[in-house]
C-alpha cells in the first residue's frame, strides 16, 4: 500500500487541502533544479543584505543616542555627587570658622528635620534657578575663594598662590 491510497482511505480526495479545515496545501513543493553555480540560498542572501543596510544605519544610530544618553546620565551623576561632596565640605568649614547660616541655602546639605520645618518657597525657587552643574561651579568658586580648598584635590591649601600653583584646575576634567 503506498501513501496516496492510505490518504484516500483516510478520506482525502484529489484537489482539497489536508487537515480538519481544509486550508492545507492542495499540491506539494514545486521542485526548482538550479542551473547556475552559486549554491543554495545564495541569491537570496545577496537580496536580504540590502534592506538590513538602512536598518543597520538606524540601529546603529539608535545605540550611538543610547550611548550619548547613557555618557550624559553618567555626567549628571557625577556632578550630583561633587555638588554633595562640595556641599558637605563647605559646611564644615563654615561651621569651624563659626559661620550660622550659608550664604546660599543650597550651600549647605540639607537636614530632613530642617526641611520638614522650614515651608518657606522662596529656597525652593532658588534651587529651581540653577541646576547641578551651575550649582557646583558656584560652589567651587566660593570654597577656592573663601577657604582655599578643591574638592578634587581633597585639600585645603595655605594661600590663593599655594592653591593656583599646585592645584591644576577648577573642574573634574582639569584633574
Not at 538602512?54 to 553618567?74: H, I, S, V
Request: glycine share 6%; charged share 40%; aromatic share 8%.
Amino acid at each position: 500500500m503506498d501513501g496516496f491510497e492510505m490518504l484516500m482511505k483516510m478520506g482525502y480526495k484529489p484537489g482539497q487541502g489536508i487537515g480538519k479545515t481544509q486550508s492545507g496545501m492542495t499540491e506539494p513543493i514545486s521542485v526548482e533544479v538550479k542551473v547556475d553555480r552559486q549554491g543554495l540560498g545564495k541569491t537570496l542572501k545577496k537580496d536580504t543584505y540590502k534592506p538590513k543596510n538602512t536598518n543597520a544605519k538606524l540601529n546603529n544610530m539608535d545605540t550611538r543616542d543610547f550611548r550619548n544618553r547613557l555618557a550624559q546620565e553618567k555626567a549628571e551623576q557625577l556632578q550630583k555627587i561633587d555638588l554633595y561632596k562640595s556641599q558637605k565640605v563647605c559646611q564644615e568649614l563654615d561651621t569651624k570658622e563659626n559661620v550660622e547660616k550659608p550664604e546660599e541655602s543650597w550651600f549647605w546639605v540639607e537636614n530632613k528635620e530642617e526641611k520638614e520645618d522650614d515651608d518657606t518657597h522662596d529656597d525652593i525657587e532658588d534651587d529651581q534657578i540653577f541646576n547641578n552643574l551651575e550649582k557646583l561651579d558656584i560652589l567651587t568658586k566660593y570654597l577656592r575663594k573663601k577657604y582655599f580648598y578643591c574638592i578634587w584635590c581633597g585639600t585645603k591649601f595655605n594661600d590663593e598662590d599655594d592653591l593656583r600653583d599646585t592645584c591644576p584646575g577648577s573642574t573634574r576634567n582639569d584633574h
